[in-house]
């Protein structure tokens, strides 16, 4: 499967293309990023011009912290459109540095859904544990760029 039909078959280009390009330039991570959401079931079909995406590379720097982050973090998405389609502690980097060991993606179908779940209150009263029991980046990606 070349990079094109990769492209092509998926609407996630943009969002992939960011990814890859903070870790490295070459076009087979591209690939192999494309592959990995087919495989937990994300394709052009479920995926629409408006979709978007949280991503989270970091690095947890206060266990204890994090562990009450993580607890009361699954109760600040109801009433929100959330899939959690990845979350891996031991993201390994194919060249360059890593950003940070655990990485984790949410799905959301619009951008404005994804920062009205950010900005909420429930979550804005337990972020601050994330943020200070942690280090890293936290970015909304739109699934195709309108540009």
Do not use: C
Request: aromatic fraction near 8%; hydrophobic fraction near 40%; charge should be negative.
């Amino acid at each position: 499967m070349t990079n094109n039909s990769v492209h092509n078959q998926f609407g996630i280009s943009t969002f992939l293309a960011k990814i890859a390009g903070r870790i490295t330039s070459k076009g087979w991570v591209f690939v192999l990023l494309t592959g990995l959401l087919s495989q937990i079931g994300i394709s052009a079909a479920q995926e629409t011009d408006s979709t978007a995406y949280i991503v989270l590379q970091y690095e947890v720097t206060d266990q204890a912290m994090y562990q009450e982050y993580i607890q009361g973090v699954r109760a600040t998405q109801a009433g929100h459109e959330i899939k959690l389609l990845v979350t891996d502690s031991n993201t390994e980097s194919l060249e360059g540095e890593a950003l940070a060991p655990r990485t984790v993606i949410l799905s959301f179908p619009t951008p404005e859904q994804a920062m009205a779940w950010y900005q909420s209150d429930a979550y804005q009263q337990i972020v601050q544990k994330r943020i200070e029991s942690t280090t890293g980046i936290t970015t909304l990606v739109n699934a195709r760029d309108p540009g």
